[in-house]
């Protein structure tokens, strides 16, 4: 293949990820901008952060509460079994099960309690959502359309570094190396296109010689001008 196409496919990679990278910058700094929007925003993020260790300790609660019956369930078939003996044993199983009867009573409570707080913290935070619709709704479609163009922009992005990752697979290294020399000096558009005959970064006019061999694409040429590695693209 012309390996000065392939550079220069790889340079368009590069730059479309660099373009979605600035643009989403831009976005984030309007959106952070919106003062109404991020109030909103961080409204549901409080409590957020206060219903998250709320629900893992609803969990919690009840993962031991069944830890409990199940040894308590156990423990009461092992005595009715008639496997144990021993008075001093079946004892000792009476009072684990009565000592884990009053923790389940207490870990019960504890539940109760952890699911009004829960409860109460989800309607605040249906509350909250519904005035974060209510502000983004005030703001327009503008507030809107910021936010799919910046999922759309963060979504490109993997793709775009994969796409960018198997064109390397398919560059020689010395190309690479040659390529990535010359990126910083360039302003990283190392690869120009030339029309006609003539680079269109620099604007410059090539000889004959050079023209022929960009479009041959046997080997790499530079611009007489500029520097830049040039490439024959057809529309």
Avoid: F, W
Wanted: with cysteine.
């Amino acid at each position: 293949m012309n390996p000065a196409l392939q550079l220069y496919q790889l340079q368009q990679l590069e730059q479309s990820a660099l373009q979605a990278r600035r643009r989403l910058q831009v976005i984030a700094q309007e959106l952070a901008d919106d003062a109404e929007i991020q109030g909103a925003e961080a409204r549901c993020q409080e409590i957020l952060d206060l219903l998250r260790p709320l629900r893992n300790q609803l969990r919690d609660l009840e993962l031991e509460t069944a830890g409990n019956e199940e040894k308590i369930r156990g423990t009461g078939e092992l005595l009715y079994s008639g496997t144990v003996k021993s008075p001093r044993e079946m004892q000792d199983m009476q009072l684990e099960v009565a000592s884990l009867t009053r923790r389940n009573g207490d870990l019960e409570t504890r539940s109760l309690e952890t699911m009004l707080v829960i409860e109460e913290a989800e309607s605040r935070m249906a509350e909250a959502e519904q005035a974060l619709r209510e502000v983004i709704g005030r703001r327009g479609d503008a507030h809107h359309e910021l936010i799919l163009e910046r999922d759309t922009l963060v979504n490109s992005l993997p793709d775009l570094e994969r796409q960018r990752q198997g064109a390397l697979e398919n560059i020689q290294p010395e190309l690479q190396r040659q390529y990535e020399a010359l990126k910083p000096r360039k302003g990283g558009k190392p690869v120009a296109r030339m029309e006609g005959n003539s680079c269109t970064l620099c604007g410059v006019a090539q000889n004959i010689t050079a023209e022929r061999e960009v479009q041959q694409g046997r080997r790499l040429v530079t611009c007489a001008n500029c520097g830049r590695i040039l490439v024959a693209v057809t529309a």
